[in-house]
């Protein structure tokens, strides 16, 4: 027997094909953002043993993630919209339906046209749904006019911010409503401010910007800010809480935000990023605790209160890990093989989770926030690996800011071709 | 023994997952890296190098004694047997 025989036969001796052969099982996901497309992708590439059916009701997804590009004039929205034709050619059942309804009981899910889905395991990535009225004044009819672009949908949020941004006279006044923690995308209310900027610096340089958060303290502030000091001097004026930041009331008609003590700010262009919980479904099927999250088990991402389904994406509470594409992305991997364990009669894998989120502040100026993430000894919370992860540098660096762009982009055709190639 | 050889083969190709797929611990490299580890933009490729470069390129990042743009506080989060079995996956990888 020559040498690669032998190895071939070593190799063959430790794959367990034989065992992954016997099995067959229904994986079920709902909702084909980060998380559930992940997933979908993750468990044909590694799992071809499971038949992976994917609901979500849309037929091509627009992320959320480089959306701020998009208003800023550097991207088109062509550029971040997917289609789900990759996961089909993988071997994924996509169902283009709302889910309606989860009973954890008989395993069974509930579709808007009528249809009803078995499962054996379900990966639940249903995403976020606003908080309409927790900000008086701010309903869906409000959203157009003010809009919030904050759940893209099929990207009229974020087309209809980038026109009113376009249609805006010189010297106008752009202003933001900034939720308290936690929402989607900690980073991205301050990125969104960086690329507006971008943008008026351009074609309205005469023009304002109104950030008004009802936090103190924010994502890479520091970084931000200094960005903010060095390409957009006096352009930029954030106020937080307690300054009176927390915007309580808006006005479409009038164009006007109300804060906290009694403050009108007229506007010529309004973007409100509202405050959110999981989406419907999750509460409806009694995951979601007094929060309005979902609490997981910090190594299988099951519900606390349904074993056999797993929810990740920014629908859960993922201990000190932000509501992140990258974060969703990296659970949702935990989850299926967690799934595919449980299916075997296997323990769980060992967890690590990982998040990098990229902001782009300017022209080659890049910034980025790492984590690497376990659960603790007891398998009882999530903690960040100490002495790990952080945020970029501060100071004068334009190399590390020109490469970290580079990075980013870098980063969203990766993630991008992991969730949909 | 010759007889064997060709099921066994067969059992072999039948095997993606083993063969193909990262470790969990390597699969957030992806996200940047690419599919493989082939690279991406202007992130590096990690497909095909040599393992023990690999190693030896991590363990630097990590000791701070090679200028790092992220690495340096990602390999900072992962243990030495994570990346020893992540350099092991990419080092199998075309390029």
């Known amino acids: 027997m020559n040498t690669s025989r032998r190895a071939l036969l070593g190799a063959a001796i430790t794959a367990p094909a034989l065992v992954q052969a016997q099995t067959q099982a229904r994986l079920l996901i709902i909702g084909g953002g980060f998380g559930g497309a992940t997933a979908a992708n ?71 046209g009528g249809q009803s889905l078995g499962y054996d395991r379900l990966i639940l990535s249903p995403g976020i749904a606003l908080r309409w009225g927790a900000i008086e004044g701010y309903d869906e009819a409000a959203a157009e006019t003010m809009p919030h672009a904050w759940v893209p949908g099929d990207g009229a949020q974020t087309l209809l911010l980038r026109r009113q941004l376009e249609a805006m006279p010189d010297g106008g006044v752009v202003g933001l409503a900034i939720p308290g923690n936690p929402f989607r995308c900690p980073p991205g209310p301050y990125e969104r401010i960086s690329m507006i900027a971008a943008y008026l610096k351009r074609h309205k340089p005469r023009s304002k910007i109104l950030a008004l958060d009802a936090k103190e303290a924010f994502s890479k502030q520091g970084l931000f800010q200094d960005a903010w000091a060095a390409l ?55 995951l979601t605790d007094n929060s309005g999250w979902v609490p997981v088990n910090p190594v299988t991402f099951e519900a606390r209160a349904a074993a056999n389904i797993h929810v990740v994406g920014d629908a859960n509470i993922p201990g000190p890990m932000p509501k992140s594409g990258f974060v969703a992305n990296t659970t949702a991997k935990q989850a299926v093989a967690s799934a595919a364990a449980a299916l075997r009669g296997e323990a769980a894998p060992e967890a690590v989770y990982f998040n990098t989120c990229y902001s782009h502040v300017g022209d080659d100026y890049g910034i980025s926030v790492v984590g690497v993430f376990r659960p603790n000894a007891e398998a009882t919370a999530i903690v960040e690996v100490p002495n790990s992860g952080g945020v970029s540098p501060r100071g004068n660096l334009p190399e590390q800011r020109r490469l970290e762009a580079t990075y980013a982009d870098s980063w969203y055709a990766s993630i991008t071709r992991d969730m949909f190639g | 023994m010759r007889l064997f050889i060709p099921a066994i083969a067969a059992l072999v190709l039948a ?81």
């Not at chain 1, 550029?79 to 395993?107: P, Q």
């Not at chain 1, 300054?243 to 409100?272: C, I, Q, S, W, Y």
């Not at chain 2, 190098?49 to 690999?54: K, M």
């Open chain 1, 42 to 112: 993750f468990a044909r590439r590694t799992y071809p043993w499971l038949q992976v059916t994917l609901v979500e009701p849309k037929t091509s997804f627009v992320t959320c993630p480089y959306g701020n590009l998009v208003l800023g004039g550097f991207r088109q929205i062509g550029d971040i919209t997917h289609s789900y034709d990759g996961l089909r050619a993988r071997g994924v059942t996509v169902v283009h339906d709302w889910a309606t309804g989860i009973d954890a009981n008989a395993r069974n899910v509930r579709l808007q």
């Open chain 1, 232 to 286: 957009y001097p006096g352009m930029i004026e954030w106020v937080p809480a307690n300054r009176d930041g927390r915007v309580v009331r808006v006005d479409p008609r009038a164009m006007e935000f109300e804060t906290e003590f009694g403050t009108r700010h007229k506007l010529d262009v309004a973007n409100v990023i509202p405050a959110q919980t999981a989406a419907r479904i999750a509460a409806s099927a009694g």
């Open chain 2, 15 to 95: 095997a993606p997952a083993w063969a193909q797929n990262a470790p969990l611990a390597a699969q957030a490299c992806l996200s940047c890296h690419g599919a493989n580890g082939a690279g991406q933009g202007g992130v590096p490729n990690l497909a095909g190098r040599d393992r023990a470069e690999l190693v030896a390129l991590m363990a630097a990042f990590r000791a701070n004694e090679r200028p790092a743009t992220i690495m340096g506080r990602i390999t900072r989060g992962y243990s030495e047997a994570e990346i020893a079995a992540s350099a092991e996956y990419f080092s199998r990888q075309g390029r």
